[in-house]
Structure formats: C-alpha cells, structure tokens
C-alpha cells in the first residue's frame, strides 16, 4: 500500500503514512484526481532537520475516506545554487496550482514545468525573503490598447485588503490577477508557540473572524481526537447547530450585500435586518454574536437549554417569514435578474480543473460538500443532501443561499427537537497523545476547511496546518470576472465572498 | 408597488431607538467587576490566554480590557471573583483608562483633558471615517459594518465610514497590524487632511490581542501617533463603537 486510507476526524500514527519516492507520489496523487468524486484537500510540507517532507491528502468523497502519503525531499538552501528542479503536480492536475506555490514559497522548492510559480502570501518565513509584498511580480500584457487597473489593497468598503490587478480591453475584464498576503499573522507558527489550549482555540476562533464556528470545530475535532476524546452528545449538537447558524447568518448578510452591489436598497436593508436577530441569538446563547467562546475542546461554557431551543424556534419563525416575503418580490425583478443571471460564469469544466470546492462547486454542479461526503458530529444523523447549481453565474451563487438557508432551517428544527436540559457536566481534561497525525474537514458556509495536526514524542503539538476553503476559490473568481464589465466585478466578487486572513493565515 | 409597501410594513420599527441607554440581550460579556474576594492569583492569571490579569504588589488584581478576549473563561472559573457585566460602554480615550481594577464598578468616563479643541468643532456633527483592516480577522469588520446597518443607524449622527482618505476625518483601525500591512496603512493615513483621528477597534488593533508575539505582525506605526479612542472588543460591539464615538466628539 502506497497510502494510509483514513476516515474524517481520525487520528493515526505519524509513522503509518507511507513514505514515497517523489515519482510515484506524484503519479499516484494526480492518478487519483482522474475522477470527479476525488480531490486534494491539503498538500503541504514541513521542515524537518535538514529533510522536507510532504503531505497529500486526497478525499474520496464516495467512500468517506481521505488517503494521506508522503514523500521526503532534501531541504533546499539559499545559498545553494544547482539544486534539483522537480516535475509539478500542477503540470497534470491545475488543482494542486496553489499548494505548490505554497511548498514553493515556504521551503524554496523549484518546479521545472509549474505554470504559475508566484508568491501566495509573503510570509514572514518564507524561503527567500530578498523581495517584499509590494514587489509582486503581476502578469503585463504590452498592448496600446490595453489598460491595467489596480485596486486595493485597501478596498472601498469596510473590507479587509487585497488586492486585484485587471487587464481590460475597454470596459472589458481580460485578465484578473489577484494577490493576497496583506493579512498574514504568523497564525500556525502561533498555534504551535502558544501553548495553552485556551490561547489555541481562541486562534482558530481568529483564523476567519467570519467563520468563527468552522475553523472552531475543526479545531476542536482535531484535538479531541488527537486525545482520543470522543465528545458528548450535547456537545456535538451545540457545534452542529452553530455550524448551521453561522450559515444562515452569513448567507443571509451576503444576500443583502449582493442587494448593495445592484443598488437595491431594500433587498439590502430587509436582508440585512434579517441577519441582526440571528446573530443576536447567538450573543443570548453565549455572550458574542459571531460565536467566540462558544466552541471547546472537551467541554463548553454554554449549555443549550430547552430555554433557548424554544426561544429560538421563536425566532426563525419570524425570521423566515420576512426572509420569504423579501425573497419572494427580490427573485421575480427583471432588474435583479438581468444583473445576476449569466455575469461571472465558471463552467463545470474550469471548477473541477481549478479543484473549486464548498458554494464555488456546488453552484458549477459539483458535489462537494463535507456534511454529506465526510459527515462529523450529527451530519451524520441529517443526512445532509448538497443542492446543486449546474450555470455557475452570480445568480447561482444567490440561488444557492437561498435554498440552503431554507435547507438549514429544516435541520436546525430537527436538531432542535433533541435538546434536552442537561445537568452540570464534568470539563474533559485533554492530553494529546504522542506522535500522531490527524486530519478535520468542516463544511463551513464557504465551504471545506481543513485542519492538519502532528504531535511530537510527549504529545506536544509539533504542526498545524489550516486550508480555508478560499484557497481554492480564489481562482475562480478571477475566472468569472472574464469578459464581463470590471463594473461587474464588485457583484462576482460578493456572490463568492472569499476570505482574505483565512488564506493569509 | 404595494408588495413593496408590504415588506416595508411587515419590518416594524428597527431602530434602536436610544443607543446610549439600550440594553444588550443575553448574556453579553462586558465591562468586568472584580470582587475583593481572596483567590489563587496565580492560578487566575494562569487562565487568561492574552495576559490581561494582573496583580499589584498589595495583591489586588486588575483586567486589561485592551488585551482581554471576552472569552470569560476567567468568570466561570473564579465567578465570585470575576463577574462581566452588560456595560457595553468600553471606550477610553487612555490606554491605562481600560484596566479595570479590584474592587471598581464605575463607568467608563474619557479624559476630557486629552481630547483636542478642535475635535467638537470640526467633528460635532458630522465624522466621515476611512477603515483600514491591518490583518483584522474579519470579525470587527463585520461589526462595523452593523453599525451603519438599519438596526444600529450610527449615519443619524453625522458618523460614517467613506470610500477615500481623502474624504475622511479619520481612521479606524481593526487587526493586530502586519508587517505586510504597515505601510498601506500610513500611506492612507498620511492622505487623510489634517486635523484628524486614530481610532484602534478591537482588542487585536490595541494590544495585538491574541497574535502578540508573532514575529509576522509590525506594529510601529502606533509609537508614532496620538491614539485618540481605544474600543475594545472581540469583535467590537456596535454599541461599544457607536457610543465611544459620540464621547469623544461631543460638546464639552
């Protein structure tokens, strides 16, 4: 067996995952991605001593497993000149575009036949660190007739920065380059200084300050497992159904900034009304409105009472339906129709090349979605069912969270219906055990997270590795933004609402 | 038309009608009060994951609401020591005016002395801001944009955010501030016209919160300026920004 096959959430030796010569890694991995139901969901490398080793995770989402391989290369060295350059995974498969510009940054190694070897964040640690973040080598087109337009990387709006080169023909978007790295904080560096378990979940809870319950349970799946904790019923329902609200707020908040960017303004105000008393109830259940505190290895400080259950059912009733009625006038607008149907199209084609996972898949008629493929926690008692979009435009991207706020209304009442009050429970003290590896997948509202931990001889935490979903999404916007007007872009930009920290780390 | 007039009927009244006075649901976490009751100094501090519990030589312990979390985790531990109130109203206009000492339960008051003549004047009824998220995580982001939104209608009082430093009285930092973002940030700064304001929102911009320490981040620029209002928070409350605004730039 040249790779470890593992089921989400499992934690297994380090030494179990199979050591490869680089040519059969390569040419198992690609191999594998030959079908639709396969995709890589981290590849990355970790320095050890003078050794790099990489990692490749490859989910099959039709058997609920991820196969993990590896393989070690020498370390390259600054200094060095002459040092081998390697055949890329990106040559046969695009999907894995991102990781090794990643590998590439981090640790130096050089591909011989990478398309596209660019920086990903400027981080601090990078390899080479001779050239800063204002020194991004863009893509230039030499034409009269062309024109560059640079935005950011302050935006407009209260956003956080990036920023987005277009070569335009006109009013016509070309090329769209984008470029990250302006949030990097060091974030996994931290999460191994940083001891104490308290300082490492509040970090998860910071990787995405909008996805605070994603990045939370990854986390928290990840530890529990690495110390062989299996968590309570109540403590699964309670990240289960924050999951599902998280989902339902931010879905709704981007429905209102889609309103925004079509200047209709009441689609914007109604949607935007309708996200407060959601993330107001998360505030009544455990003090902040976007789910800080909330989610902990081994325990939790807020129990969900028979109290809050009914208080919430209280509150989706009136919130659904306002949000029906808004829906209902804002969907049968032929002036919201003729901006969102058909503006920034990614085909099948290009979402599965590019390995689009979460909305940016499901809206091009992909299946990937992790609380079917890879259920945790009571996904796998919903039973969770992915809509599918199959034009891959702005309007599928609205369509999409329309129909799974509707979706998570029907699970968060099913969930409801197993509250139960609960006495005073006991906190799980957890001890991570020695020299193991374990793997998370989330669905968050954008879609997969992924969470990588190792730990050392004594258990201590040795790796970590986060993937937002944004790292591979990133690059379907600027494939939708493609022969459409640049004043379309604000509108693709929000139907995708993409994280810039959650990429910058 | 009349569908129009429907939704716009079945919104009720949203606004908050009182900012200043409004209680916040739930069991909102904010400005703590710490009881003289003896504890394990040690091993409260211990708990904080951002080193905001402090002692002082005579034992008495203190909370720096610049580096807190509001995690609460200190609370459930210790609660007759610790206990967070629904005070919303955290702002200050001096660093040392957000530790919260043993044994104090008042109000936060900014020092008049250090506001600027000119801020009333100029500002009183109306403050355009330029937001400039330094490696923010998004979450203060998202809060500030609440502010604006229909519920917490922060533009009734002159208080907006706009598109340029050109058009803007000032600027609202969010985010711990990386090395990548450092200089962005005073190129918009130094494009905004004087006189004008830092405000730093949330406890990341303030102490670096959670990510002090990361050799990634570089927070420079804040030796060099005058901070004119501190809002903490994880995210920061609309609340907390909203009325911390309306102190610094009211009549005196």
Redesign the interface.
């Known amino acids: 067996m040249s790779y470890i096959t593992v089921k989400n959430n499992q934690s297994i030796f380090f030494q179990e995952i199979p050591v490869l010569d680089y040519e059969s890694f390569l040419l198992m991995n690609t191999g594998f991605l030959s079908k639709e139901h396969l995709h890589c969901v981290n590849y990355y490398g970790l320095a050890q001593k003078e050794k790099l080793k990489l990692i490749c995770c490859i989910a099959n989402d039709h058997e609920h497993s991820i196969y993990v391989s590896s393989c070690v290369l020498p370390l390259p060295h600054l200094d060095e000149i002459g040092f081998p350059e390697y055949s890329s995974f990106t040559a046969r498969h695009l999907s894995f575009h991102i990781f090794e510009r990643e590998i590439h940054e981090n640790f130096g190694i050089r591909y011989h036949d990478h398309p596209w070897l660019k920086p990903v964040r400027f981080a601090h640690d990078r390899f080479n660190k001779e050239s800063g973040i204002a020194e991004y080598p863009f893509y230039h087109i030499e034409s009269e007739e062309l024109h560059e337009v640079g935005v950011g990387p302050i935006h407009a709006g209260v956003i956080e920065p990036g920023h987005f080169r277009f070569a335009c023909n006109g009013e016509q978007i070309l090329h769209l380059e984008i470029h990250c790295g302006y949030q990097h904080r060091g974030i996994e560096n931290l999460l191994i200084t940083k001891k104490k378990l308290l300082q490492r979940v509040t970090l998860a809870e910071s990787i995405a300050g909008d996805t605070v319950a994603g990045h939370a349970t990854a986390f928290t799946n990840v530890w529990e497992s690495l110390s062989g904790c299996v968590p309570r019923a109540d403590l699964q329902l309670a990240r289960t159904l924050a999951l599902e609200l998280e989902r339902i707020a931010i879905h709704t908040g981007d429905l209102s900034a889609i309103c925004t960017d079509i200047a209709y303004q009441l689609g914007a105000s109604v949607f935007g009304r309708l996200r407060t008393p959601l993330i107001n109830f998360m505030q009544e259940w455990c003090g902040n409105r976007l789910a800080k505190g909330l989610i902990r290895p081994g325990y939790s400080n807020f129990k969900f009472t028979p109290e809050l259950a009914q208080r919430l059912e209280i509150v989706l009733e009136a919130y659904e339906r306002d949000f029906d009625e808004v829906w209902d006038r804002f969907h049968t607008l032929p002036s919201v129709l003729s901006r969102l149907e058909k503006t920034g199209m990614v085909s099948w084609h290009d979402a599965l090349s590019i390995g689009c996972v979460g909305m940016a898949a499901k809206t091009s008629g992909i299946e990937r979605d992790i609380r079917a493929s890879h259920p945790h926690d009571l996904y796998t008692e919903l039973r969770h069912e992915p809509i599918l979009k199959i034009h891959g435009d702005v309007y599928s991207r609205t369509q999409l969270r329309h129909e799974e706020i509707k979706q998570s209304l029907v699970y968060i009442r099913k969930l409801l219906e197993k509250v139960a009050a609960q006495p005073d429970s006991e906190r799980v003290l957890l001890q991570a055990q020695a020299d193991r590896f374990c793997l998370s997948l989330t669905e968050g509202w954008r879609g997969e997270i992924c969470h990588c931990a190792i730990t050392g001889k004594d258990g201590e935490l040795v790796h970590y590795k986060i993937k937002d979903p944004s790292m591979h999404n990133w690059l379907a916007l600027a494939l939708a933004v493609r022969n459409n007007e640049i004043s379309d872009f604000p509108i693709c930009n929000k139907s995708f609402d993409l994280s810039y920290c959650g990429y910058d780390l | 038309m009349l569908?129009?007039i429907?939704?716009?009927l079945?919104?009720g009244k949203?606004f908050i009608r009182d900012v200043r006075t409004v209680e916040?649901?739930?069991?909102?976490?904010g400005r703590p009060v710490i009881s003289a009751n003896k504890v394990d100094a040690e091993s409260l501090m211990e708990?904080c994951?951002?080193d905001a519990i402090a002692t002082d030589p005579s034992g008495k312990i203190s909370i720096d609401l610049g580096k807190c979390?509001?995690?609460?985790?200190c609370a459930?531990a210790f609660p007759n020591k610790i206990r967070?109130t629904k005070d919303y109203k955290l702002a200050h206009n001096l660093r040392e005016g957000l530790i919260v000492k043993e044994g104090i339960d008042e109000e936060f008051k900014l020092d008049p002395t250090l506001i600027r003549e000119e801020i009333y004047k100029y500002f009183g009824g109306s403050l355009k801001l330029r937001?400039?998220?330094?490696?923010?995580?998004?979450?203060?982001?998202?809060?500030?944009?609440?502010c604006g939104?229909?519920?917490f209608d922060m533009g009734r009082f002159g208080i907006e955010?706009v598109?340029?430093p050109r058009h803007a009285d000032g600027v609202v930092i969010t985010?711990?501030i990386?090395?990548?973002?450092a200089?962005?940030l005073q190129i918009?700064y130094d494009a905004i016209p004087h006189p004008k304001l830092i405000i730093l929102a949330g406890t990341?911009a303030i102490s670096g919160?959670?990510?002090l320490?990361?050799?990634?981040?570089d927070r420079s620029f804040l030796n060099n300026y005058k901070i004119d209002l501190y809002v903490p928070g994880?995210?920061i409350?609309p609340l907390t920004f909203i009325n911390g605004v309306l102190d610094l730039i009211k009549k005196r």
Not at chain 2, 69 to 73: K, Y
Request: charged content about 15%; overall charge negative.
């Open positions: 569908k129009n429907n939704i716009l079945h919104q949203q916040v649901p739930g069991v909102f976490r708990i994951p951002t979390t509001f995690c609460g985790e459930f967070f937001q400039v998220s330094a490696a923010g995580d998004n979450s203060c982001e998202l809060e500030l944009n609440a939104n229909v519920n955010f598109a340029s985010g711990p990386s090395e990548n973002m200089e962005p918009c990341d919160g959670i990510f320490g990361s050799k990634a981040l994880n995210p409350h």
